[in-house]
Each structure stands twice: as structure tokens, then as C-alpha cells.
């Protein structure tokens, strides 16, 4: 899957519609189209990396970009009091279904451990 046809490429590219939760230069963040929890979003690069294992020495500064914009997001949708949930499938075993890199921000219920 490259960029072209890549789903999350498509939707950073404005040519799929999703409800924008926080944008900018390298970072968009956007509700999951079938939301796990009452608060569910998806932040991403936005140059298309398959996962977190195509992240090399030049992108710690993006890596840490995206747990930041995490902690912000999880701030300013209310969940920083009772807790939140950060999640990133990678790879088949992982449950990866989207291969652009991505992270679930999840809140708003009780989660429970272990997960499916
Ligand atoms: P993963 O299974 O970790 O690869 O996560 C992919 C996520 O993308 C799933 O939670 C899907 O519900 C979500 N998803 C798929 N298509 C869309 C879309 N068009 N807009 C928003 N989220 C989507
Ligand atoms: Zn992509």
C-alpha cells in the first residue's frame, strides 16, 4: 500500500471525509469511523509510515511529536482526569488493519486488561 491509495493518505489529503479533531504541519488527528469507546481517535504522521518499526533515527522528533499531541488531545476532550487509553496495532498478530501508522486515543468508559 503506498501513498496513493492509502486510506489515511486519502484522508489527510481532504479526499475522504473525517471529523478533524486537531491538524497541523506534520499531525492529524481525527475520530475512528467505528468508535470503541465514547471518546475514540486516531492520531497520525502525516507522511505515510507503515508502523512504528519504519520510524528511524530522523523521526524521534515526530515520535515524540505524536505522544505529545496524544497527551494534549486526551487534555482538551476531557478525559485527563479519569484516565485514557493510547494503543498501537502493528503488524497482523497486533490487529493492524490500516497500514499507516497510527495511535487510538480511547476514553470515556472503564477499559479492562487484558485486551482482545
Ligand atoms: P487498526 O485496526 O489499529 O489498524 O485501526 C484502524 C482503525 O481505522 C480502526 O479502528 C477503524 O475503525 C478505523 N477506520 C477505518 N476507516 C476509517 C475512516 N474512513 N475514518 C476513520 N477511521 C477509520
Ligand atoms: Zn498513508
Known amino acids: 500500500m503506498n501513498d496513493a491509495n492509502c486510506l489515511f493518505c486519502r484522508i489527510i489529503r481532504k479526499e475522504i471525509p473525517a471529523k478533524i479533531a486537531y491538524e497541523d504541519e506534520n499531525i492529524l488527528a ?47 476532550l476531557g478525559l485527563a482526569q479519569n484516565g485514557y487509553r493510547v494503543v498501537n496495532n502493528r503488524g497482523p498478530q497486533g490487529g493492524q488493519t490500516v497500514f499507516h501508522l497510527h495511535f487510538h486515543l480511547l476514553g470515556g468508559r472503564q477499559m479492562t486488561w487484558p485486551p482482545g
Open 30 to 76: 481525527f475520530h475512528d469511523i467505528s468508535p470503541q469507546a465514547p471518546v475514540h481517535v486516531l492520531v497520525i504522521p502525516k507522511k505515510h509510515y507503515v508502523s512504528l518499526d519504519e520510524l528511524g533515527e530522523g523521526e524521534k522528533n515526530l515520535a515524540g511529536e505524536l505522544l505529545f499531541r496524544i497527551r494534549e488531545l486526551a487534555r482538551s
